[in-house]
């Protein structure tokens, strides 16, 4: 009966460590993923801002942008957050569905953002878009129910997200000079997270 017990242990503890890696490599995506938003969004602005200044233009572009990206992103984590609440035996949490309004949560939010720009309430709709990740990535990182173990690298990406709403609102207006400097240090950040995650998977020897 103990080594019966034992086997199952050792099986929860594989189980709990496969998908654990699964999740630090989807990390490593998704930090890699939004560093290539943020270069594309802005080549593509400066690109834009050579030929036109029309607003509708920039607007449907950002839009355009923003919102596959977005969707993608709750693809990548959709499959590995549905495996792990399966694991755990909750296989009615997670569905399809779920994962549709979770991405429509996020596209509205950015839209309204992108078209309400020049309004004060414009910074409600990417404060809830920033809390929203942010919570996201806490509970998948840090919180009791995590499904990887959070690094320093993680919290200097979720850290610098943080100032997302400045760089968002002020990029909107002719305060810009905050542009360039919050673009430096996501990139940094956020490129350093992706290329730590992928080392730590190669370290532990995984592919």
Do not use: C
């Not at 920039?58 to 993608?72: H, L, V």
């Not at 399966?86 to 950015?110: P, T």
């Not at 878009?129 to 320093?152: C, D, H, N, Q, V």
């Amino acid at each position: 009966m103990e080594d019966y017990k034992k086997v199952i242990e050792e099986g929860n503890k594989l189980g709990d460590l496969i998908i654990s890696k699964k999740m630090r490599k989807t990390l490593g995506i998704y930090y890699a993923v939004w560093v290539i938003y943020f270069l594309l969004l802005n080549l593509i602005d400066y690109v834009e801002s050579l030929f036109t200044s029309n607003n509708l233009v920039f607007i449907a572009t950002d839009i355009g942008i923003i919102t596959p990206f977005i969707i993608y992103s709750v693809y990548l984590f959709g499959k590995i957050i549905r495996l792990h609440l399966l694991r755990y035996g909750y296989s009615n949490k997670y569905k399809v569905r779920q994962r549709i309004f979770i991405a429509l949560y996020y596209v509205v939010l950015s839209s309204l953002f992108i078209l309400t720009f020049n309004q004060w309430y414009s910074a409600i709709f990417i404060l809830l878009f920033t809390a929203g990740i942010t919570y996201s990535m806490w509970k998948i990182l840090f919180s009791k129910y995590r499904i990887t173990k959070g690094k320093y690298y993680d919290i200097l990406a979720i850290v610098s997200f943080q100032f997302y709403p400045i760089y968002a609102v002020m990029s909107m207006t002719t305060f810009s000079k905050f542009d360039p400097i919050y673009v430096f240090i996501f990139l940094i950040s956020w490129a350093y997270a992706s290329i730590k995650s992928f080392l730590e998977l190669i370290d532990n020897g995984e592919q």
